[in-house]
């Protein structure tokens, strides 16, 4: 006789009630008689928003990605949208990526907004979720959704909330969002759609963001200095093949190597463990083929075309995956010293970046008296910097996990136009006798050696999420005194929003929202971070360790010594 939690049955029944269809109803039946631990994983909570919107594994269940769970999202913020907007017709632009049934989703997406009298702006086919936040504010929409799960498994799917300005939710307002959602009942879905209201876009919204792309990426390099930079870029089988190419050809680059291999979207991700640019392994055949045409650079970027990871040549000649760290200092260093040589550094200006980053950002902001403001993990926390501070002028920003944002005519993380301006500095590099690593050691030396470490741990189900919240709990109650030797002297508790200062007990507040994120400071500059993540059943730990440089000739050994220090740290923190 199979047990099923009394709680757990009285989630299930609700989905075998004539609001759902025959096929869903025909799945949970066959769970229940087979597999009955699978059908406790896909009803035993809701799908929550978390750092990057909604997003899990595709499936019939209250935490499953399927057309209900996305339909009463949609519901709910349909009947919000109306009540916002008392007075107009809300518009809404919707784009989606190359997973399994984004487009069908999508569509189902579309149909409830319409049938809710909003307008719909749909993409006619897969698009980078850049391009949606910039398709959002061009066609003067209230908000935007893109079907999106980023760099997960091809099991997963997700839903991304943009509003007015093209940056994600925040605070205040996704909160009521989401109780709007919780409160809105299956029953009171409207799937019929309203065709009249659903307007197709494409190419003519491409034409205009390649356009803004290539004018916030580019910096009138002479046409000898970019003939002269071999590209290899792949699309790791996601969106970024329908603007990057044409985005790099516009820009003048001609010189670019594609993935063949690659390049067709599939939602399987075949030649891939995971499509994550910040992976080694995901970049192996465009590596290869670099070493075929030797390649200056190498351009990788995940399914939704938001992230990306860049590859160039070390001091050995030898093509080197930089970190996100790495690359987000490269691309704000550049856009800096052109803002200051074209005289447009006036006191109001701000680069941006988040509490799990490098601390070398706030460092480089100061070395041109830029203020440099750190944020929360998510670049929506960006966009509402700039939303929040619109008296001041944004140059650019990023964050640890292979993102970057140029300007602010895009409210998200951007592989577009980052992928652009990765070639101009390479480029610009190449044509002085240099190279962009050479330019990354010589920062380290102006500005201190920085080097950052990242551990996750999966913890999968609801074992895993348990485990999770025990580990941030026992973090808490049992602080560390001492790393690898090194004494705690701060510890920020982003839960709690308070700073601690270990040597003398003083108790500080911290005044950006609340996360469930704790940084240890120690007494030798290290820093280490913990944080669950907010899109994935992972555990995170960030380690920045730092010294100074001299010169490049001590790069490697200094380097060595870092590295072993960081590794040193998640030793003693028993994480490796």
């Not at 551990?455 to 709990?473: P, Y």
Request: hydrophobic letters at 40%.
């Amino acid at each position: 006789m199979i047990h099923i939690d009394p709680e757990l049955l009285k989630r299930v029944n609700t989905w075998l009630t004539p609001v759902f269809d025959e096929d869903t109803q025909n799945q949970i039946k066959e769970s229940i008689a087979l597999n009955p631990e699978g059908l406790k994983e896909s009803f035993y909570k809701d799908l929550e928003f978390g750092t990057g919107g909604m997003r899990g594994v595709m499936g019939v269940g209250t935490n499953r990605i399927n057309k209900y769970t996305l339909g009463r999202s949609t519901q709910g913020l349909s009947e919000y949208m109306l009540n916002y907007f008392p007075n107009e017709t809300p518009k809404v632009a919707i784009a989606y990526d190359c997973r399994h049934n984004s487009k069908t989703l999508a569509k189902v997406v579309a149909n409830v907004f319409s049938a809710n009298g909003i307008e719909v702006f749909l993409f006619e086919d897969l698009r980078p979720t850049p391009e949606l936040s910039f398709a959002l504010k061009h066609l003067n929409c209230h908000c935007g959704i893109v079907l999106t799960a980023s760099h997960n498994p091809p099991e997963y799917n997700g839903y991304k909330v943009y509003w007015q300005d093209g940056g994600q939710l925040v605070p205040p307002q996704d909160e009521e969002i989401v109780n709007k959602i919780n409160d809105t009942p299956y029953a009171n879905i409207k799937f019929e759609a309203n065709e009249k209201l659903i307007h197709y876009i494409g190419k003519d919204v491409d034409n205009v963001f390649i356009d803004a792309s290539v004018k916030n990426g580019s910096f009138n390099i002479p046409k000898e200095t970019k003939d002269n930079l071999t590209i290899v870029f792949t699309s790791l089988h996601g969106t970024s093949i329908t603007l990057v190419p044409e985005t790099l050809k516009r820009a003048g680059y001609k010189n670019v190597h594609i993935v063949k291999e690659q390049e067709v979207p599939n939602g399987d991700f075949p030649t891939v463990a995971s499509p994550n640019p910040e992976e080694p392994a995901a970049l192996k055949m465009a590596l290869e083929l670099a070493d075929k045409v030797n390649a200056d650079i190498v351009i990788g970027t995940d399914p939704d075309c938001d992230r990306l990871g860049v590859a160039v040549r070390n001091l050995e000649g030898k093509l080197e995956l930089l970190n996100g760290n790495q690359t987000m200092l490269m691309m704000t260093d550049f856009l800096l010293k052109k803002w200051k040589s074209e005289n447009k550094l006036k006191g109001k200006e701000f680069i941006a970046s988040t509490i799990v980053s490098t601390p070398m950002m706030s460092v480089l902001g100061k070395a041109y008296n830029v203020e440099s403001k750190i944020v929360l993990t998510g670049f929506k926390w960006i966009a509402k910097l700039i939303k929040d501070f619109s008296n001041l002028d944004f140059i650019g920003g990023g964050e640890e996990s292979f993102g970057f944002m140029v300007g602010d005519f895009v409210r998200d993380k951007d592989a577009v136009t980052s992928t652009l301006l990765a070639c101009e500095i390479a480029a610009l590099a190449k044509s002085n006798g240099s190279s962009f690593y050479n330019h990354l050691i010589k920062l380290y030396i102006e500005h201190g050696f920085y080097k950052e470490k990242l551990v996750s741990l999966t913890k999968k189900g609801i074992e895993g999420a348990q485990e999770i919240k025990q580990m941030m709990i026992d973090a808490r109650e049992n602080p560390l005194k001492i790393v690898n030797g090194s004494k705690v002297v701060k510890i920020e508790d982003y839960e709690l929003s308070i700073t601690k200062n270990m040597v003398t007990g003083e108790e500080t507040s911290i005044d950006i929202p609340k996360s469930n994120v704790l940084i240890y400071y120690t007494e030798d500059g290290s820093q280490v971070a913990l944080r669950p993540s907010g899109t994935e059943p992972k555990i995170k730990f960030y380690v920045s360790v730092n010294t100074t440089l001299k010169s490049v000739a001590d790069f490697k050994t200094t380097e060595a010594l870092l590295d072993a220090k960081a590794q040193a740290i998640l030793k003693d923190m028993k994480l490796i």
